[in-house]
């Protein structure tokens, strides 16, 4: 059976990033990433937490990156967003046309439109830390480009 999308793609303005289980909630549900921690961990309390992955709804947008709001399951609410850029520090400087904005872009980064709290650093540090699983990487490229397919 296929992903049905929630919500009407035209819903979202052109260049919001929509959550991945607006689009493909059966995929989302089978996928998003959830790390336990059994103890503190990068000061963050023993808990569930799910790696909730949102994409650029841009149809002409190719930015080639994530953001991933860290939610914990005990209070169901997002400590902090990281956004992720996979390609090139070169891709991200062409892409958007400014050097500096490029480099920012590039990696792993605390997202400046998203939720940040006390927590927003200690998130970084575990979605480093889940980035260094080369297959995880691959599943969000897999996940962006089903989610543009879609657009």
């Known amino acids: 059976m296929k992903d049905k999308s929630r919500r009407n793609k035209s819903d979202f303005p052109p260049g919001a990033f929509v959550p991945l289980y607006e689009f493909l909630p059966d995929l989302a549900e089978r996928e998003t ?20 992955e949102s994409y650029c709804a841009g149809k002409d947008c190719d930015c ?18 990281v956004g992720f850029g996979w390609e090139s520090e070169e891709f991200y400087i062409e892409w958007m046309g400014d050097e500096e904005l490029g480099r920012q872009a590039t990696g792993t980064y605390l997202e400046l439109g ?13 979605v480093n830390n889940s980035l260094r699983d080369p297959h995880y990487i691959d599943l ?4 962006y480009k089903s989610f543009k397919k879609l657009l």
């Open 33 to 52: 990433r959830k790390v336990v921690l059994l103890q503190e961990t990068y000061g963050l309390p023993a808990d569930l937490y799910f790696l909730m």
């Open 114 to 126: 998203g939720t940040q709290t006390e927590h927003s650093n200690k998130c970084l540090e575990l």
């Open 64 to 81: 080639r990156k994530v953001m991933i709001n860290v939610i914990s399951d005990k209070t169901s609410k997002i400590l902090g967003t």
């Open 140 to 143: 969000l490229k897999k996940h």
